[in-house]
């Protein structure tokens, strides 16, 4: 495992080559560890098996969408504490409440900026700013 300043390492859960690329330049310019995952399913495998300190999914994406991959962590006594930010281009209401029922502790619409995702991901992981 690669060691940085911070260390963290987040799971990136998203369909979109280019957005995992986004945000993967992003959190390692701000010093964490990043994995990546191109669907539900692939994420909540990597999720289960390896230890992250956030992860960021997505909500639409193929084999298994976001809502679901969540909703199944936190019926996981190893991963239902890891704290999780929904991304996503949906913008209505009833998509955050969708995705705060399924267990997510956060929920951003796409796109996000890097200085509110580099905070975002300073607080939830414990690391001082």
Not at 96 to 109: F, I, K, P
Request: no cysteine; proline share 2%.
């Amino acid at each position: 495992m690669t060691e940085t300043l911070v260390g963290k390492r987040i799971l990136v859960v998203d369909d979109g080559v280019t957005t995992r690329l986004y945000y993967r330049a992003v959190f390692e310019k701000a010093g964490f560890v990043v994995e990546e995952a191109a669907n539900g399913l692939e994420g909540l495998e990597k999720a289960l098996l390896d230890r992250f300190d956030l992860l960021i999914v997505d909500v639409n994406m193929p084999m298994m969408d976001g809502y679901e991959m969540i909703a199944r962590l936190r019926k996981n006594e190893t991963a239902q504490q890891v704290p999780i930010i929904t991304i996503s281009t949906e913008a209505m209401g009833s998509d955050a409440d969708r995705a705060y029922a399924a267990g997510a502790d956060l929920y951003l619409v796409k796109p996000a900026a890097a200085a509110l995702l580099v905070e975002t991901a300073n607080l939830m992981t414990g690391v001082a700013a």
